[in-house]
């Protein structure tokens, strides 16, 4: 069993920063790709950035040049920090990871989320 938590969430003013976590625990031999996804309200979940275990990012291009996606492997931790944010980023953020278990079976996780509110 495996479990994504999500932390650092919050309110925070337009133009404002924040950094976000998601810590992997539980029973798995490796994690594949982690990421990041948000919903709005009223709105679908959209992608917002993946990471390799390589350390490579991706981004939706909406996201591009404000966030940054990282991991720190041996926390199984990923990490998304947020710069000049704006209203239209109120979301919840949720985590999602690849898992790798002994017998090399794949399965996909997901966090509980964390939201965060832009506002003044």
């Known amino acids: 069993q495996v479990q994504l938590v999500e932390s650092g969430g919050g309110l925070v003013q337009p133009g404002g920063s924040l950094r976000l976590s998601c810590a992997a625990s539980?029973?798995?031999?490796?994690?594949?790709?982690m990421g990041w996804f948000r919903q709005a309200p009223g709105k679908d979940r959209e992608l917002v950035a993946t990471?390799?275990?390589?350390?490579?990012?991706n981004y939706a291009d909406s996201m591009k040049g404000r966030f940054t996606i990282t991991r720190d492997n041996a926390k199984s931790t990923v990490y998304l920090q947020m710069n000049r944010l704006k209203t239209e980023n109120t979301a919840s953020y949720s985590c999602?990871?690849?898992?790798?278990?002994?017998?090399?079976?794949?399965?996909?996780?997901w966090g509980k989320g964390t939201n965060v509110t832009v506002s003044s």
């Open positions: 990471i390799t275990s390589g350390g490579a990012p």
């Open positions: 999602n990871a690849e898992f790798v278990v002994n017998t090399g079976f794949r399965f996909s996780s």
């Open positions: 539980g029973t798995f031999f490796a994690i594949n790709d």
